[in-house]
């Protein structure tokens, strides 16, 4: 699907294309690399190492041949790039969520402007050639969630995401697995890479970021989390994004600095 974008020595090729809530893209792959960029509405991209949730404003970032499956929530105006994997020696080798800076969404909305067959030396190769640096300077969002791979674990994670409401206690469930906390903790990190109550908050925030995009209300979204009120809510999306979760989705927003670590 959408391969063989790129056309004889071209690095890079701008696509606009807009998707209604619920749209789906089946797995595939492309042979280039590839940014999505979300101008509104929620992507989630799924891979067999885990989801990305690309928030308004920001992006996804997919390297050539990884197989993929898209997801759109609430309306999407998705601006694609698809850039040639050698057009840069140190382009991410890593599907990641990015922060989009001004400077190149505006190179993102000019690059539509500019012909597969620019001439050399003109503004138009200085607007792809300064995309393409750009590319290499992503600053990575902490909005990705991955999935275990041994079974009984990958089961643990899907009852999670099932009833975010419950209380998700390590000592409680490793007692209910016949193991100790400290094994199951270590098991966790080693299968993820992070520690189980970080998994646990970051699910619950992915898990936001789509109710909120589908139009549900601050405090109906902190309940069903399993928070005790809205403000807790609101006071750890804060803490975990830098803006409250009324911010992260209101466009005036979407310029602040979204990198705290998870």
């Known amino acids: 699907m959408h391969d063989n974008i790129l056309a004889g020595n071209q690095s890079l090729a701008a696509i606009a294309v ?3 809530h619920g749209d789906c893209e089946p797995p595939h792959s492309h042979s280039c690399s590839q940014l999505i960029h979300a101008l509104s509405g929620v992507v989630q991209v799924s891979t067999q190492h885990g989801v990305w949730m690309v928030p308004p404003g920001r992006g996804v970032w997919l390297p050539a041949n990884v197989t993929h499956s898209l997801r759109f929530i609430g309306g999407v105006q998705a601006r694609t790039l698809f850039v040639d994997s050698l057009a840069r020696a140190d382009l ?8 989009i800076s001004p400077l190149l969404r505006e190179l993102i909305l000019a690059s539509f402007s500019v012909p597969a067959n620019y001439a050399v ?9 300064l995309i393409l640096d750009e590319l290499r300077l992503l600053p990575i969002l902490p909005l990705h969630l991955p999935e275990p791979s041994d079974p009984q674990l990958l089961t643990l ?3 999670i995401r099932a009833d975010f409401s419950a209380a998700w206690e390590l000592e409680e469930i490793a007692a209910n697995m016949a193991i100790s906390g400290r094994t199951l903790s270590r098991r966790f990190q080693r299968e993820t890479g ?10 619950k925030i992915l898990a936001a970021m789509n109710a909120l995009a589908m139009g549900q209300s601050v405090i109906d979204v902190a309940l069903e989390l399993g928070y005790d009120s809205p403000s807790a809510f609101s ?6 994004l830098g803006v409250s979760p009324s911010e992260y989705f209101n466009p005036a927003a979407r310029l602040a600095d979204a990198s705290a670590v998870l």
Do not use: H, K, N
């Open 157 to 159: 994670c899907q009852r």
């Open 121 to 129: 030396g003109g503004r138009d190769e200085r607007i792809i050639e």
């Open 92 to 99: 991410p080798a890593q599907c990641q969520v990015v922060q």
């Open 18 to 20: 807009d998707y209604q």
């Open 235 to 240: 006071a750890m999306f804060r803490r975990t």
């Open 194 to 203: 992070l520690r189980f109550s970080d998994w646990v908050r970051r699910a």
